[in-house]
């Protein structure tokens, strides 16, 4: 006999089917991982005042007001290279807003300088402050004590070593008088966000490690005469201040699986990356990590480089695009079965395809919008590290080649994972459960002739009398939060406290996740 003690409590939160945490039994169904649905507007933002530079797009954040509901974007442009400002590559940060997050204003900030006036929407300008070479994200964290510190976030300057800033209204920052922050290592590119659960700040870190790595990877390392540290892969570490961090370890590592798929992404999208030296070269590597809290799990928007060679001219060049990966104690990270990305480049060739059929970046975390997540994504038409510009023959301009912006990317609500049946009917048994609420609702999209139906059993897997297959009336539609009956009787609160197992009957249907509510 199970005791209520060794059954899942799942509270009040959502429950989602991303790994196999809650799931007993499948029987007749697929897990799928849907890819997020692009605006057909895309790409909504692009470059169009010179203080952007020659590329835009968002690795930083996205987010809505929490008083007046407008859209704000935090974003970077690429300005330059050393030849133009005597530093390795350097960004402005810019800033845009949007009453509906579709169309785009920059307002006129007047705070920094460029080019001899401050007529721009600039953050932080390389010209007037330290070269900025980070990619980093805005964290809002509204329960700071100090309104000064209610944004915040760690750039990594031109000495590649993280420095905080604080803003009251994420418009006029200050550096941390106790600059640069310490890290055990150091790797370029961070993000932050809070984490409720916890109740700490969250850094998702890029990191290059040789630990964990395929010794097809370590083979590449070796014959580039040991030129790089390691493979990038990603790393967390947490802080109570936003100051003071735990030590950073690599977490997500590409494996053997990352290597196997690269010749076919490659395949797919034929015309993009700039230099392929074949198999032998081909090889994963993991760019930027993105992590944020949600429905009591961690999800991971893991940005994926299909490594096509490129070594010599360049670092490695490589299609890059976006996939998720899931955790529950931001240790253990659960990837994607097949492998496929949530927000997946366009089809190319560079320069003359999609706009963004070479690299998809993510925002730090979705916008939650009505019944959807929007997730705001840079997207580029050239591959990671290929050359997208040309200098004049005294090396003084750049005349950019390629394409870039910032674009949006839908989804459903929980829509990150589904467990999905056809013609033929399948189940999903999970694992012993304790409920605590009075009605169970799912999110579920059925075709026509589809439906959902729930029974609820005994710890043992029998049936409760109430609440069997016979009495379970069809859930058909699609719908975020479909009330679940039985003969037209939705209340469960009597079964609260209890080891059960609850059984999903599914045909013709996508099943997202289902919840517990009083």
Known sequence: MIDADDAIRIGQFRQLFVDDFLIEKFDGVTRIYPSARKHPDNPLVTATLESEGWEVYVCGTCMRDPNSGMFRLWYIGWVGDLRKHGGGDVYNLNYAISEDGIGWTKPNLGLKLWDGSRDNNLLHSCQEDQFYAGIDSICYSPEDPDPSRRYKFLSFWI?????????????????????????????????TNWDPYGQQYLCAMRVETLEGTTAKAQRILADRGGRFCGMRAGGISVSKDYLHWSPVRPTIIPDQTDDAMVPEYLAANPGVVESDEGPDYHHGQFNLTQVFAYEGIYIMLLEVIAVSGGFGKHRHDGL???QLAFSRDLKTWTRVEDRSFFIPAGKGPRWTGDWDCGQTHSSSQPVRV?????????????????????????GSTLFPQARSGIGLAVARLDGFAAIEAGDEPGTLTTKPLVLTGTHLVINAECSEDGHVAIEILDHAGKPLPDFSL?????????????????????????????????RFHLRNARFYSFAVVV
Do not use: C, V
Request: proline letters at 5%; zero cysteines; a negative charge.
């Open 320 to 322: 890059l695009q976006t």
């Open 370 to 394: 009505g019944d959807e997540l929007w997730f705001y994504y840079g997207g580029m038409d050239h591959s990671h590290f290929s050359e997208f510009y040309t200098y004049s023959e005294d």
């Open 470 to 502: 016979d009495r379970a009336d069809r859930i058909t539609g699609d719908s975020i939060r479909a009330l679940s009956t039985w003969k037209d009787n939705p209340d469960i609160g009597k079964l609260n406290g209890r080891p059960l197992k609850l």
């Open 159 to 191: 000495d590649y070593r993280p420095y905080a800033q604080f803003s009251p209204d994420g418009i006029h920052w200050k550096l941390f008088d106790g600059n640069p922050i310490e890290f055990d290592r150091y790797g370029q590119s961070t993000s």
